[in-house]
């Protein structure tokens, strides 16, 4: 086997959608402004880095990012394709594995439009000689049970630590186990995902995440604390000054939860930016209490709302509650959350 490398150029969130820069940048400490040189160390030291654009890395995409959201094209076939492809172009990668949502809660509703992106993607990283592939996956309710950054980066942890929602773990080690296979790592796309199970469970995923934190600059006495087996994740990570939660309106089974509906009201909230270059509150977020297919009860509380204001609005709350669809349980249906896996060329 190869001695693999997992560069990762990454972008912040705009408008709903959330991005891996800001997550990371709630971690006391984590830098994302990373030189060349320094980016090459650390693949050498650790294996693997997540950082942003800067003035000699990717700069025009930079440039073009900040602009998308203000001319009204963040939704651009080419640009997004321009955007992504250009990142990983500049990492060099033998191996590239692109998850392209559809749904209410992604940037393309339907799946024929995803498609179309992917394929875009898929040709755009082929032809510069890349080994590109994409799946496309489902994106109507939240993925796992926590949105926003900080909270995600808490169940992220607990993902590594082999805990953590069954439907998030399903979607990494479905992933991990298409990009192994694309690398000839594993004879198949089953024993793929079995090597990424084996790692979350026996802890050398969650070493080497420390290993790439420390290496980007977080404290080590803070990295080692937030992957103990027992952390105190708000110990270092900041927690919202107010915390709210909703009950269901109904008796039933939780048919569904509508996930663009929770991203617009944390974005007002403060989780996400409407122009490039605002800050953004890490500490706002939602923690779903209840999973899809679950029975609850009239009264039982579903959702926790993380909030620095002191109360939430009354459209906050209608907009919430309105999100959450409770029946009876045989109109529960389960549907894939991958639906397809366009393969390298």
């Given at each position: ?73 963040v939704d651009s076939l080419p640009l997004i394709t321009g955007s992504i492809i250009s990142k990983k172009g500049a990492e060099g990668l033998y191996a590239l594995l692109l998850d392209v949502k559809f749904g209410r809660a992604a940037l393309y509703k339907d799946l024929d439009s995803a498609r179309t992106l992917a394929q875009s993607l898929v040709n755009a990283g082929n032809s510069l000689g890349m080994r ?214």
């Amino acid at each position: 086997r190869w001695i693999l490398q997992v560069p990762m150029i990454s972008g912040r969130g705009l408008a709903h959608t959330g991005g891996t820069l800001d997550k990371l940048e709630s971690i006391p400490g984590f830098n994302i402004h990373q030189s060349v040189e320094q980016v090459k160390k650390i693949l050498q030291d650790v294996g693997c880095c997540i950082v942003g654009q800067t003035e000699t890395l990717v700069p025009a995409d930079r440039v073009l990012y900040a602009l998308r959201d203000a001319t009204a094209t963040v939704d651009s076939l080419p640009l997004i394709t321009g955007s992504i492809i250009s990142k990983k172009g500049a990492e060099g990668l033998y191996a590239l594995l692109l998850d392209v949502k559809f749904g209410r809660a992604a940037l393309y509703k339907d799946l024929d439009s995803a498609r179309t992106l992917a394929q875009s993607l898929v040709n755009a990283g082929n032809s510069l000689g890349m080994r590109t592939g994409a799946v496309l996956s489902r994106m109507d309710a939240p993925i796992g049970r926590c949105v926003g950054n900080a909270l995600e980066v808490c169940e992220s942890l607990e993902c590594l630590k082999g805990r953590g929602p069954d439907d998030l773990k399903e979607l990494v080690t479905l992933l991990g186990g298409y990009l192994l296979w694309m690398t000839h790592q594993s004879p198949s796309l089953e024993s793929g995902q079995r090597m990424i199970a084996e790692v979350l469970t026996n802890g050398a995923a969650l070493r080497k995440f420390q290993a790439m934190l420390e290496a980007q600059g977080v404290p080590t006495h803070i990295a080692h604390s937030l992957c103990s087996e027992k952390a105190d994740y708000f110990k270092h990570l900041r927690r919202a000054e107010y915390q709210t939660e909703l009950q269901a309106p109904d008796d039933g089974t939780v048919l569904d939860v509508d996930g663009m509906v929770i991203a617009t009201v944390l974005h007002r909230l403060g989780a996400g930016r409407t122009r490039a270059g605002e800050s953004i509150n890490h500490s706002v977020g939602v923690e779903l209490l209840v999973d899809l297919g679950q029975q609850v009860q009239k009264g039982q509380s579903w959702i926790r709302i993380y909030h620095d204001c002191p109360l939430l609005s009354p459209e906050q709350k209608s907009d919430l509650q309105g999100s959450l669809l409770i029946g009876s349980g045989d109109r529960y249906r389960t549907s894939a959350r991958v639906e397809e896996f366009i393969q390298p060329q």
